[in-house]
């Protein structure tokens, strides 16, 4: 038995009737052998079932505190039947990369059942070519976008060959009673004044010099804790450079704005439109490299400014001020290689839409993700972590679903207009029972105020972006991938230039 941290906590009571936190990821399988034949969905099936119990979370179900008084358990299921978490569906014809998409869209809106361990596998079949592809969905409470990418390694493997599986030492768990988990909870009550003022102290250390703005809120942060996920992403707020009222005059010295309102900043629906595609690794480096030596996150957040800004300029929408995007930043460590829960923290960046050349915003953008680095190495990465013990569950479901019945996110200004997430994946074929990947998309979450999420994953050259969106603030999120090939063609040009 294991209980969860403040913030993977934090990930289920933040979901309401339209806010599904499960992340998941869609594998396209090239299913030909060189001697002709294909691999068969029972074969991969075999696969996943054989390796499940090298991944802790597949057999973990939650286990939660009698009314919600702390943080739930993980324990190993003994009801665990894998026909629940395995499914087997087909696209219609002609079974393309848009009805792909519309398959995954529709499943990406489906909550994960909390009676079970919180994942579910989909065999996809009738992919044009014979192509075979797998949907992975996992809840963000168990996983980070790098602990995700971890766990596909355990699934897939670097040669053609699968490898042969490890003993199966797995051994399920009583459920606790009820009494030992509230015994529990009290003991974490009593405890909870002295981690708050160690708490605040540290904090008051890491910014007080840094960061002034930050010390008032010292006695809102239990307050700020109860609100789950929306008080995680106020205090991350806070720990980022201060904001001036308006931007003048952009300036690559000061990436301070006040942040616009867009049409992907009001409260979701439970549909979504999903879309994915590709560009080339090389050709992402070379941007960087021509440009003051951006890194390829850089200049990741500057291609989905490239696509964004023509598609908000044909609708008019286009604001004067830069854009926000809510950037997560791994804090996962050697050690923590394969460990289950949330090692992230996050980040608050401004990604220039507001400028018209490519190569400025390339600029732009690297000089402003390395101040915050320097503004994140004053910055215990614990911090947030440590943030998010003070919310009870009870507490912050009420919160978000009050949040969410009074519409809190259309009377704030945003905290970012997006979420743009970057995760380093591997730079060489995977396979799946001997099927080749072809690609490897990320598809993420939603949240009221943020509907749109850019998800990337680098895979054997190539920069693999999910985009998802809310249906009713995205209608068509193909319109963004379509523009991907476009904007990264501006951006090479301008590289070229220098």
Same mark, same amino acid.
């Given at each position: ?14 979901e309401t009737r339209t806010t599904f936190l499960h992340i998941s990821s869609l594998i396209v399988l090239d299913t030909e052998r060189p001697d002709g034949s ?8 075999a696969v996943l079932e054989q390796r499940m119990h090298e991944i802790p979370l597949s057999r973990r179900r939650l286990v939660e505190v009698p009314l919600q ?85 355990t699934l897939l493997d670097p040669v053609p060959e699968p490898r042969a599986g490890v003993p199966d030492d797995w051994e399920s768990e009583a459920e606790p ?120 996150? !850089? ?86 972590? !440590? ?60 949240? !009221? ?32 991938? !379509? ?16």
């Open positions: 038995m294991r209980q969860l941290s403040g913030l993977d906590t934090a990930f289920l009571s933040a294909r691999v068969t969905v029972p074969e991969l099936r008084l702390d943080n739930p358990y993980w324990i190993n299921d003994a009801d665990f039947d894998p026909s629940f978490h395995i499914r087997h569906l087909a696209v219609p014809a002609p079974g393309g990369e848009r009805e792909l998409a519309e398959l995954v869209s529709h499943l990406a809106a489906t909550p994960l059942d909390r009676n079970h361990p919180l994942w579910e596998a989909y065999f996809i079949e009738g992919l044009a070519g014979g192509d075979l592809a797998i949907l992975t969905k996992v809840h963000h409470a168990s996983v980070d976008g790098v602990g995700g990418i971890e766990l596909l390694a009673a009820a009494g030992v988990l509230l015994g529990r909870a009290f003991r974490r009550m009593l405890e909870r004044p002295r981690r708050l003022v160690r708490f605040q102290r540290n904090v008051f250390e890491s910014f007080a010099r840094t960061n002034p703005r930050a010390v008032p809120f010292f006695p809102l942060l239990p307050l700020l804790g109860n609100l789950g996920t929306a008080g995680i992403a106020l205090f991350s707020n806070l720990l980022q450079p201060p904001r001036t009222s308006r931007l003048e005059a952009p300036s690559l010295e000061d990436p301070s704005t006040r942040i616009p309102r867009t049409v992907f900043n009001g409260m979701i629906s439970s549909s979504r439109r999903f879309a994915y595609g590709s560009v080339s690794l090389d050709d992402v480096k070379r941007v960087g490299k021509a440009h003051d030596g951006a890194t390829v996150n !850089d200049v990741v957040l500057a291609i989905v400014a490239e696509t964004l800004r023509p598609w908000l300029l044909a609708r008019g929408e286009l604001p004067a001020e830069p854009l926000v995007a809510m950037v997560p930043v791994s804090v996962r460590t050697v050690d923590e290689t394969g460990a289950m829960g949330n090692q992230v923290t996050m980040v608050v960046s401004p990604i220039h839409t507001h400028l018209e050349d490519p190569g400025e915003r390339v600029r732009a953008i690297h000089g402003t993700m390395q101040r915050i680095k320097e503004q994140r190495a004053a910055v215990p990465d614990e911090l947030l972590q !440590d943030f998010a013990e003070f919310a009870t569950p009870a507490l912050a479901a009420l919160a978000a679903r009050g949040a969410a019945a009074m519409h809190v996110v259309d009377r704030i200004e945003p905290l970012a207009n997006l979420t743009i997430s970057n995760v380093p994946g591997p730079q060489f074929p995977l396979y799946s029972g001997g099927a080749r990947v072809r690609g490897l998309w990320p598809c993420s979450a939603l949240a !009221d105020g943020m509907g749109l999420n850019v998800t990337v994953v680098s895979y054997d050259g190539d920069v693999c972006f999910g985009v998802l969106g809310c249906r009713e603030q995205l209608p068509d999120a193909w319109e963004l991938v !379509d523009e991907l090939p476009r904007a990264m063609e501006r951006l090479l040009g301008g590289a070229r230039r220098r």
